[in-house]
């Protein structure tokens, strides 16, 4: 059984203390949505959650993961702001080049693309995409390689009303495999069941 | 990691303007260089090697500080930072620098053969300029390196990185430079400075990516 548990963590932004005494525990097939205004520390809290960002104070701990996933970053996709995908490469270079890096095989390239709607745009390069195309297709990645946590920082922004709608599908069928999603957002994402965390109005 | 190679090579050479930027550079150097100094062949000659390296040497520092920005910028640093424990960050600088040497460095020491014919340097000189070149070359990659990592997040950290690294690129000029004499000049030796060189080349590639490394993950953001 694969837990993901943080107990009052605390994270700060230029020298500066954000939030503290965060606690969660996530189970197989759980999601945590953080809310919040901007400045709360959202993006902040998944950085610290994955060990991009060192924590003030607490820890964050993954167990269960076995060989695979040892420790919380091994465990984890970053969607985070930035797409991760290079310009001068097509999509699904792209996407092949992060599957051969991260290990963990789980779709083809080719299907993930599928999945979030681009599958005939594949050869383009990723620098000639519109927004909304680059964020499906970085949510493509979430696919083409196995992770049971998922860091969404606001997933959806680009995204119209059909792909966000496509991209909850997904998120569902995630957490019925028994996976794990946290997700910063402004805009309701359509999980079920999710726990949810406001953050900046205990700290305010 | 392979999969890492090929992306940097393939992004080096769809963008292009690495390798020429570098190549038109160390051109320019040496090419200017017989204006300056007069038209004495014998000097030129006794020069040659010496310039060579620091041509090879500046045009090597250009293009340094995109190593890891271009990856910062986009958010890749991230997923390579994140994937530590399956591929070593260290790891990940060295392949990361191995691409770059290929597309950037590599071509300065295929011209050298021609611009060496410009400085009339005879043809074991040239010879022996390029085997330095070939060797000690890898080791600025690996030292700017440390110097890229560390300007990583500055948004004009071309100049920083190049006054950072220079100091620590002095003994591979100072090694690379007296082996590429010692071919021609008759009592000077070859081997023991090129040995010393590729001995450089060896720490810097181990040390390098290791420092690199380590600033990429605590200048995080």
């Known amino acids: 059984m694969m837990r993901l548990a943080a107990e009052g963590l605390g994270g700060e932004r230029g020298g500066e203390t954000v939030f503290s005494g965060i606690s969660f525990t996530l189970g197989e097939g759980e999601a945590l949505t953080v809310t919040g205004p901007n400045g709360a520390g959202k993006s902040t809290l998944l950085r610290v959650i994955c060990g991009l960002l060192p924590a003030l104070e607490g820890k964050v701990q993954f167990f269960g993961g076995g060989e695979a996933f040892p420790d919380v970053a091994s465990a984890c996709h970053y969607l985070g702001h930035r797409n991760a995908m290079k310009a001068e490469l097509g999509v699904e270079e792209n996407l092949r080049f992060w599957q051969e890096f991260m290990g963990e095989a789980h779709l083809p390239p080719f299907e993930a693309l599928e999945m979030v709607g681009l599958g005939d745009i594949g050869h383009l390069p990723f620098g000639y995409l519109s927004t909304g195309q680059r964020r499906r297709a970085s949510i493509a990645r979430l696919l083409v390689s196995y992770r049971p946590v998922w860091l969404l920082d606001e997933p959806t922004s680009g995204l119209d009303k059909a792909s966000e709608a496509q991209f909850a599908d997904l998120m569902g069928v995630h957490l019925e495999d028994g996976g794990m999603i946290v997700a910063a957002t402004h805009l309701p994402l359509g999980l079920k069941g999710a726990q949810e965390l406001r953050m900046g109005e205990a700290a305010g | ?221």
Do not use: Y
């Not at chain 2, 390296?53 to 890749?76: K, M, N, P, V």
């Not at chain 2, 424990?85 to 011209?111: D, G």
């Not at chain 2, 030796?189 to 060896?202: E, G, N, R, V």
């Open chain 2, 1 to 221: 990691m392979l999969a890492l190679f090929r992306r940097e090579l393939q992004i080096g050479v769809r963008t292009g303007n690495g390798a020429l930027t570098g190549v038109l550079f160390f051109l320019a150097v040496v090419a200017v260089i017989p204006f300056g100094v007069g038209p004495d062949l014998n000097l030129l000659a006794r020069l040659g090697p010496a310039i060579l390296w620091i041509g090879a040497l500046l045009a090597g520092l250009l293009g340094l500080e995109r190593l890891f920005q271009a990856d910062r910028e986009d958010g890749s640093l991230d997923l390579m930072l994140l994937a530590d424990s399956r591929h070593m960050m260290a790891l990940t600088v060295f392949v990361k620098c191995c691409a770059h040497w290929t597309v950037n460095v590599l071509p300065l020491v295929v011209v050298t053969p021609l611009l060496g014919l410009f400085m009339n340097v005879e043809p074991a000189g040239i010879l022996a300029a390029t085997a330095t070149l070939a060797v000690g070359t890898p080791a600025i990659t690996f030292i700017g390196a440390v110097g890229a990592a560390l300007a990583v997040a500055l948004p004009r950290g071309g100049l920083l990185v190049s006054v950072l690294v220079l100091p620590l690129t002095i003994p591979v000029l100072i090694f690379g430079v007296a082996a590429a004499r010692g071919a021609v000049a008759d009592p000077d030796p070859f081997l023991p400075p090129f040995l010393i060189l590729a001995a450089l080349m060896l720490f810097f590639a181990v040390i390098g990516p290791l420092a690199a490394s380590l600033a990429l993950r605590w200048g995080g953001d």
